[in-house]
Every structure is written in C-alpha cells, then in structure tokens.
Nanobody
Framework: EVQLVESGGGSVQSGGSLRLSCTAS????????IGWFRQVPGKAREGISCISSTEGGTYYADSVKGRFTVSREHAKRMVYLQMNSLKPEDTAVYYC???????????WGQGTKVTVSS
C-alpha cells in the first residue's frame, strides 16, 4: 500500500522557520514532480510549491515566494519544504503529493500541522 508521510510541522512564532519533510512508503518519487499543498479548515487545499522530477525546476505560489524553498534528495526518497519568515496566515495543514498537473497522483497522507502565532 502506498502511503505519503509528512512531518516537521509544529508551532512557531511569526518570523520563525520550519522544515517539512515528505516521504512515501511503497514507491519512490523518481520520475515524479512532487508538490506541497496546504489546507485551512473550511477552505480548499491549495498548491504552494512544486519541484520537478529531473532538472529540479521549482514553482512557488506568490504567497510563499521568497520565503519557502522546496528541495529533494533522490537517494533518500525525500522532499523538503524549508519555510522561513513564517506568518500567521501560513497556519495550515501541509501535505505533499505527486503533482500530475491535473490533480494529486496518490491518496493524501495525514499531513503535518503548522501553527504560526503573532
């Protein structure tokens, strides 16, 4: 069974940093673009970042550009999201997934909760 596992969330004050990690059991991420998404209760899940499978091209939503950095380690089958200069509006549950361009490629994991206090 394929399962996505996100970790690294927590509670920080505004301006703080966190690094989220993403891995998957049952598959590797090789050949797949991996996206980071977040969801606030009552709102739709939004894509905030993505890293391509090969040349490491990246995408960031305007809301996180310049503050978040996505990276991956193929050998460790890990994808990371370094989040700096966190703001209260970054408070959400964060998820990773295979980004097919038309939707998630795998069942969603549990996510990891990030809380930023002012």
């Amino acid at each position: 069974e394929v399962q996505l596992v996100e970790s690294g969330g927590g509670s920080v004050q505004s301006g703080g940093s966190l690094r989220l990690s993403c891995t998957a059991s049952g598959i590797t991420f090789d050949g797949n673009d991996i996206g980071w998404f977040r969801q606030v209760p009552g709102k739709a899940r939004e894509g905030i970042s993505c890293i391509s499978s090969t040349e490491g091209g990246t995408y960031y939503a305007d809301s996180v550009k310049g503050r978040f950095t996505v990276s991956r380690e193929h050998a460790k089958r890990m994808v990371y999201l370094q989040m700096n200069s966190l703001k209260p509006e970054d408070t959400a549950v964060y998820y990773c997934n295979v980004d097919t361009g038309v939707g998630p490629g795998l069942p969603w994991g549990q996510g990891t909760k990030v809380t930023v206090s002012s």
